[in-house]
């Protein structure tokens, strides 16, 4: 096909850089929230 | 050609996965930044402006006395703050009510003044009669069903008097207050409370950029009034006149402390004519706005109509070109284990479709979150039941964005073709 010989690895690199990109959003997103827990929240909500 | 659509498929879901990552990386920056910093309550009010709070009140009997005593109670100086409401088109008891509660003893020394009007114009034309009688050096719009917090207002000034020449326009956060009544009240929380504390947040940090709600901000009077007031035939014109202080190379600043609570639909129907409407005013801003593009423009102006250009015309087309493939695949596939000869038209070379499967995936992942994250800063949100529905909000809630942006879409064309006007709708509310 047309396209695939370089639109193949250009998937492969941007899914790695995406991947690697959304893996630290997540740690700092996960390490706010348990800092935030622990100085305030102490088990209760007010939904 | 279905490659053409998948090669573009999957690399419109990849910008946008992008631009969620710079926003989400920005949020987190400032949320970090704003998590350090201490809160400072000023200590001589007298230096703060004077200010003009406008409320536009269309047949609001059932939430306007509440509304009304929330801003009065601001901590603000009562010296320095005029009230408008205005009763615009009422056929209920507002402005009984208004004049019920001026008449108090407790409010009969406010700056408080009832206007009521039979004009046209809807919520513009409401606030456009009473830019006529504002007193204020700045003037704040709260909408009928807003109950801000003691402090709203006094965080917004303090956020405009940092740098006062620069910013003509301060907007601050707005809460759910019915956020625990149904499935579609908590959907709408989510969407909200991610949209005040992941985008406006990350698009300011990074960008200087904001955009006024429709309620709880502060525009400079001589801004507003050089522009010429709000426009009368723009369906959202917070959008319209956000541009308009862009264009006039003023910022429009965020004042995260300043919150305010307001009442979102608990009904699909009324949900979707308001959502219908604030489409169709964002296409009708984009398209009138889409030459900033190819001018002189400040590169801000230009950022604004991409992200308004990009969230609704090019990612929703995407979605939707992919939703088809995804679907098509799954029956034909479904119809494939009874009759094999059936092949489905959406066949692709090599691995591409499923790149287009982790593009998705990497989507619905960063959507859940930006959601787990905004529900983390906004204390006693981050629950087992919100992150639950988090995850299944994609796949019910956010569809209905979809099916909203095609009705908005057709009903603009519609009226461009026919000239028709388009009308401005009033969100019911709930007692």
Redesign the interface.
Known sequence: ????HW??PL?IG??IV??I??MI??I??LS??S???RK??RG???? | MTDFFLVISIISIWIAVLESIIIMAGAIVFIHKQSRQKLVNPGNLEDYPTVTVMVPAHNEELVIQATVEHILQMNYPHHKMQLIVIADNCKDHTAERLQALKAHERYRDRDFLILEREGTGGKSGALNDALKQATGDWICVYDADAAPEKNALLFLTQKAMEQPERYGAVFGRNKARNRGQNFLSRCINLELVTIQRVHHTGLWQLFKLGTIPGTNFIVKTALIQDIGGWDEHAITEDTAISFEILTRGQLIALAPQAEAYQQEPEDLKVYMKQRERWAKGNYSVVTDNIHHLFDRSSWRIKLHVLYYAASYFWFMIAIIISDIIFIANIVYQIIALFNPAVVSPFRFEGDVYMYLVIAWALMYYIYVLQINLALATDIGQSTTRNFILSCVSYFTYAQLFLVISIKAFYSMIVDKITGRESKWYKTERFG
């Not at chain 1, 096909?1 to 695939?4: A, E, I, K, L």
């Not at chain 1, 209760?44 to 939904?47: L, M, N, R, T, Y």
Request: hydrophobic share 45%; net charge positive; glycine share 0%.
């Open positions: 096909m047309w396209y695939t639109f193949i998937c941007v899914s995406f991947s990109a959304i959003l997540t700092a997103t706010f929230r800092k935030i827990k305030y929240d209760k909500f007010s939904d």
